[in-house]
T-cell receptor, first 111, second 115 residues
Framework: KQEVTQIPAALSVPEGENLVLNCSFTDSAIYNLQWFRQDPGKGLTSLLLIQSSQREQTSGRLNASLDKSSGRSTLYIAASQPGDSATYLCAVSNAGNMLTFGGGTRLMVKP | DGGITQSPKYLFRKEGQNVTLSCEQNLNHDAMYWYRQDPGQGLRLIYYSQIVNDFQKGDIAEGYSVSREKKESFPLTVTSAQKNPTAFYLC??????????????FGDGTRLSIL
């Protein structure tokens, strides 16, 4: 059974820092990997989707990489801002488009 | 605007009561999903449906029931058999294209609490 782990569970950084969030998964037979953002009491907003054949995706200050063989992905956030404070979730999909989620990383960016 | 609407935003359940959470989408998506999120944890799949009048159990279906009578709607009933229903419930939808996984789009969730 697929298991997804996110480290760290919580992170607090000063504004302007570059930071890396980690996601690992146990079964490399995935179709894609997605990073989501969740604000308190809200639904999920998709940030980046990496297909299994891709190595990375970029959107603005966000860059996500995927190493399928080692079962790892990282989300890099450049020049962090207080508005980046949220919980970040990664999820992997299998052949039936079922998503398995990690527990999330709760990020706080201090002004 | 196209999107997914969940209602109500907050819901309270009394002991022994069934409650139904609504999920409606106007994205013309074939597939719809229900997830449960507990504090500080990721999402777990309750039920999903890839086509009208058909649905499948996810990882934690016990104590829940669903119906899919219309493409746009996928209501979730939390029955009295669900002993720990307090959680945040999220509905999602996606295009269903076998062999080509499509991103899921999420609603804003319903928070269910026990009185």
């Amino acid at each position: 059974k697929q298991e997804v782990t996110q480290i760290p569970a919580a992170l607090s950084v000063p504004e302007g820092e570059n930071l890396v969030l980690n996601c690992s998964f146990t079964d490399s037979a995935i179709y894609n990997l997605q990073w989501f953002r969740q604000d308190p009491g809200k639904g999920l907003t998709s940030l980046l989707l990496i297909q299994s054949s891709q190595r990375e995706q970029t959107s603005g200050r966000l860059n996500a990489s995927l190493d399928k063989s080692s079962g790892r992905s990282t989300l890099y956030i450049a020049a962090s801002q207080p508005g980046d404070s949220a919980t970040y979730l990664c999820a992997v999909s299998n052949a039936g488009n079922m998503l398995t989620f990690g527990g999330g990383t709760r990020l706080m960016v201090k002004p | 605007d196209g999107g997914i609407t969940q209602s109500p935003k907050y819901l309270f359940r009394k002991e022994g009561q069934n409650v139904t959470l609504s999920c409606e989408q106007n994205l013309n998506h074939d597939a719809m999903y229900w997830y449960r999120q507990d504090p500080g944890q990721g999402l777990r799949l309750i039920y999903y449906s890839q086509i009208v009048n058909d649905f499948q159990k996810g990882d934690i279906a016990e104590g829940y029931s669903v119906s899919r009578e219309k493409k746009e709607s996928f209501p979730l009933t939390v029955t009295s058999a669900q002993k720990n229903p307090t959680a945040f419930y999220l509905c999602a939808s996606s295009i269903w294209a076998p062999g080509s996984n499509q991103p899921q789009h999420f609603g804003d969730g319903t928070r269910l609490s026990i009185l």
